[in-house]
């Protein structure tokens, strides 16, 4: 059965810290897929990034980078220098190939308070 | 703005009361998904929609039912309303291209029943 965790609930940092959110998953599949989401105050759920299953390469967006490995079954998210504006919570969210469906299983998110 | 649309922003109502929850997708997106996001039970998969046919189920209550129509907007029907269906409500819809589409989501709507 595929599994998500995010074990940190809430994180606080200070304005300018890097910090890491943690992403765990489990599934049987051999092909699928990760994501993260951002639900800012706003409410809304804001896509971030997609990686499959059989790309390992790291990716790097301005002061977002996250770490995919499988070998750990992680997919890790860090945000360099944060800002006030990166508080929100984080969703981190997986896609099964298998299923033959397409639905999101999300992880219950992280909570990230920057203090100025 | 991702370019989903989902009206009305909020709805309050009571319990026992049937209440219609619209989307409308990103411009050429053909899949629209629908998901609940509750303090206890987080965010869950409800329902897929491609192209106007049923797709994938989820957790979804048999009070709740959804559909997409021609124009491929999608409503979401909640009936006999009860408190615990308080939450927010999602809208996601991806394109047709490749086999794990990006889902791209709404801004929800908050549903409160009294």
């Known amino acids: 059965a595929q599994k998500v965790t995010q074990a940190q609930t809430e994180i606080s940092v200070v304005e300018k810290e890097d910090v890491t959110l943690d992403c765990v998953y489990e599934?049987?599949?051999?092909?699928?897929?990760l994501f993260w989401y951002k639900q800012p105050p706003s409410g809304e759920l804001v896509f971030l990034i997609r990686r499959n299953s059989f790309d390992e390469q790291n990716e790097i967006s301005g002061r977002y980078s996250w770490n995919f490995q499988k070998s750990t079954s992680s997919f890790n998210f860090t945000i360099t220098a944060s800002q006030v504006v990166d508080s929100a919570v984080y969703f981190c969210?997986?896609?099964?190939?298998?299923?033959?469906?397409?639905?999101?299983?999300f992880g219950t998110g992280t909570r990230l308070t920057v203090i100025p | 703005d991702s370019g989903v649309t989902q009206t009305p922003k909020h709805l309050i109502t009571a319990t026992g009361q049937r209440v219609t929850l619209r989307c409308s997708p990103r411009s050429g997106d053909l899949s629209v998904y629908w998901y609940q996001q509750s303090l206890d039970q987080g965010l869950q998969f409800l329902i897929q929609?491609?192209?106007?046919?049923?797709?994938a189920k989820g957790n979804i209550l048999e009070r709740f039912s959804a559909q997409q129509f021609p124009d491929l907007h999608s409503e979401l029907n909640l009936s006999s309303l009860e408190l615990g269906d308080s939450a927010l409500y999602f809208c996601a819809s991806s394109s047709p291209r490749g086999a794990r589409d990006t889902q791209y989501f709404g801004p929800g709507t908050r549903l409160t029943v009294l």
């Open positions: 929609y491609y192209n106007g046919e049923e797709r």
């Open positions: 969210a997986l896609s099964e190939a298998q299923t033959g469906a397409n639905n999101l299983f």
């Open positions: 599934t049987r599949d051999t092909t699928y897929y």
